[in-house]
């Protein structure tokens, strides 16, 4: 039996990681210099990844300005992105359903809950895990397994729900059923390994998911 939904939140409910690769492309543009769209496309969804956005600058750049011109860019970018479609019905059907509704983020508590707050999603969660709550980030299963743990419920009796590869191999290694609703900036990735594959959170349909899962 289902009892939970767990959301990562970056790219699943609102599209930060477009809007971020976005804004490193306004301070390139900014500066004319060339921007290598695809190089910062990989680094979507990763914990760590080491690659230097500003090396294209040259070694005397003041990459403490360019780094306040891209946070300027990004808040603009993401203060002007909606809540994707289909998270709303979709939590609001597992609530109806008495399922317990949780977030599993690789990004820190201060982005995490300031958006959610912004947009008023906050009540919408039961528990909130991001990075350094628990030992290691995703791939490692440790967040989705910290989720698991305060609802008291083990892993294939929850839907996880995520855009990455990394995130999506995060939860698959926590035991739970894995839902991959990739972005225009992770489509790319590998999800061969997840148990199903949706355009948008719109086509998640929780009756169909708890029939699918349930079984």
């Not at 300005?65 to 289909?86: D, H, S, T, V, W």
């Not at 290691?136 to 743990?149: A, F, I, Q, T």
């Not at 590869?165 to 995060?170: R, V």
């Not at 939860?171 to 990739?182: E, N």
């Amino acid at each position: 039996m289902i009892r939970a939904l767990i959301f990562d939140f970056d790219g699943l409910i609102l599209d930060t990681e477009t809007a971020l690769i976005d804004a490193y492309g306004d301070v390139h543009q900014a500066h004319g210099v060339a921007f290598d769209r695809p190089l910062f496309a990989r680094s979507v969804g990763h914990a760590d990844y080491a690659f230097d956005p500003w090396r294209t600058f040259g070694p005397g750049a003041d990459r403490e300005k360019l780094e306040a011109e891209r946070r300027a860019f990004n808040k603009a970018r993401n203060e002007a992105q909606e809540i994707l479609p289909g998270f709303l019905a979709l939590v609001g059907d597992a609530r109806k359903a008495g399922l317990k509704v949780g977030l599993a983020s690789n990004s820190g508590r201060e982005h995490v809950e300031g958006h959610l707050s912004r947009l008023g999603l906050m009540g919408h969660f039961d528990y909130v895990a991001c990075r350094g709550d628990a030992p290691s980030p995703k791939p490692e299963p440790d967040l989705y397994r910290l989720v698991l743990n305060q609802f008291g419920i083990r892993g294939h009796e929850a839907i996880a729900f995520e855009d990455s590869h990394t995130g999506t191999l995060a939860a698959k290694r926590a035991g739970i059923w894995v839902v991959a609703v990739p972005n225009s900036s992770t489509h790319h990735h590998d999800f061969g390994h997840v148990h199903l594959r949706a355009p948008s959170l719109a086509d998640c349909r929780l009756p169909g998911l708890l029939a699918r899962f349930s079984a």
